[in-house]
């Protein structure tokens, strides 16, 4: 087969819906711009060090795939692309725009962009998402569409914004003066940002094996989100669920189907679905994470049966739990100034892993990410 098939030499083209349309149409113009945020997301991507920012990157990267799908078809076909991203999606951004907002704060007045090249590109992805905006307003004046995609591209603009400042901001040092005896604190971060693509990769690995794509989300001790990531081919509407799986187990610091079995009538919590904003999941597949009798977040899977998003939710409590062997064998084992730099050994890191029976060739990362559990030392990267 050749890439090439000479059928728009003369200026056409087939919509995914099977539709010849003309390159120049309006409807062309807007998934051709989709096409171009998205491949400007890859090189934002590839300049990025941060790997939560990354992973981040990647799953809007698959979303505007889907996006995309449902543009370059005809309103009217009925070969349209089943997959659509929904309210859920939308809601899901701005969790994560609220989360970077708390953590960064916001500019006081016009960003310069130019900081650093990742923040410029990002920035150079917001405008191209405004535009891509800007296009679908002006498409669904000509033909209908779907308010959730203009809004899911509305809050990306926003996102991409928060994500440049959010470099800017953590490159940026406090300057020293006189007056100022200690410089400002560090910016806040989350234990479990750094382990949540380690319990991610985990859940994926296993949905892989079994053949179920899912949707994978984990959020803090509040139930805010902290890490989102979907599968390709999960279904729509786990998109909301696994979210809201790991916000009931968070809120209520039990799994959800133990909150199920509690929710019956006579039973202490019977009535719950009413309550929590309708947030509430009542069957299997959101856990908490525990360390030492303190939630610290929790994981929600969905996208399969019930017990299919149980048993792979249960693969990464297994990787949970083998961070927090770890975490209890350096603190009891290793004096407090000998962890910080315990990282820069990786020799040492893969033995005190086969000491506690876990894989040495995840040793790097899973001490690395035991290391964002233990009180009183810098987070490491």
């Known amino acids: 087969m050749s890439i090439y098939t000479r059928t728009g030499d003369k200026g056409s083209t087939r919509l995914f819906s099977g539709e010849h349309i003309g390159k120049d149409a309006l409807r062309v113009e807007t998934y051709g711009t989709l096409d171009e945020l998205q491949a400007h997301l890859g090189l934002c991507r590839s300049l990025i060090a941060d790997g939560q920012m990354t992973q981040l990157l990647r799953g809007i990267e698959e979303t505007l795939v889907t996006i995309a799908a449902e543009v370059a078809s005809h309103p009217s076909s009925s070969k349209r692309t089943s997959q659509r991203i929904e309210a ?38 917001r405008t191209i998402c405004r535009r891509c905006e800007r296009l679908l307003v002006s498409l669904f004046v000509q033909e209908p569409g779907r308010e959730e995609l203009k809004a899911y591209i509305n809050r990306l603009s926003d996102l991409l ?122 069957f299997g597949g959101g856990y908490p994470l525990e360390l030492d009798g303190q939630i610290l977040g929790a994981i929600g899977i969905s996208g399969g049966s019930v017990a299919q998003d149980m048993e792979v939710a249960e693969q990464a409590l297994q990787l949970w739990q083998g961070i927090i062997q770890v975490v209890q064998s350096l603190q009891t084992s290793l004096p407090a100034e000998a962890l910080q730099s315990l990282c820069a050994d990786t020799q040492v890191l893969r033995q005190v892993c086969a000491q506690i029976g876990q894989p040495t060739s995840q040793a790097e990362e899973l001490l690395r990410g035991s290391l964002q559990l233990l009180p009183g030392l810098t987070p490491t990267r």
């Open 88 to 125: 859920g999606d939308v809601k899901v951004l701005e969790s994560i725009i609220d989360r970077y907002s708390k953590r960064y704060g916001l500019p006081s007045g016009f960003v310069l962009p130019g900081h650093s090249q990742e923040s410029a590109e990002l920035h150079v992805a």
């Open 161 to 282: 914004f928060i994500l440049a400042w959010s470099l800017e901001a953590e490159a940026t040092q406090p300057v020293e003066s006189e007056s100022r005896s200690t410089p400002a604190p560090p910016l806040a971060q989350h234990p479990l940002e750094f382990i949540a693509p380690l319990l991610t990769r985990a859940a994926m690995d296993h949905c892989q094996q079994i053949g179920v794509p899912m949707v994978i989300a984990i959020a803090d001790a509040e139930g805010e989100l902290l890490y989102f990531s979907r599968m390709r081919g999960a279904l729509p509407a786990s998109r909301t669920i696994a979210p809201n799986k790991a916000y009931t187990a968070a809120a209520l610091r039990m799994p959800t189907h133990v909150v199920g079995q509690l929710s019956q009538p006579g039973e202490e919590l019977y009535g719950v679905q009413h309550t929590l904003d309708g947030r509430a999941v009542l």
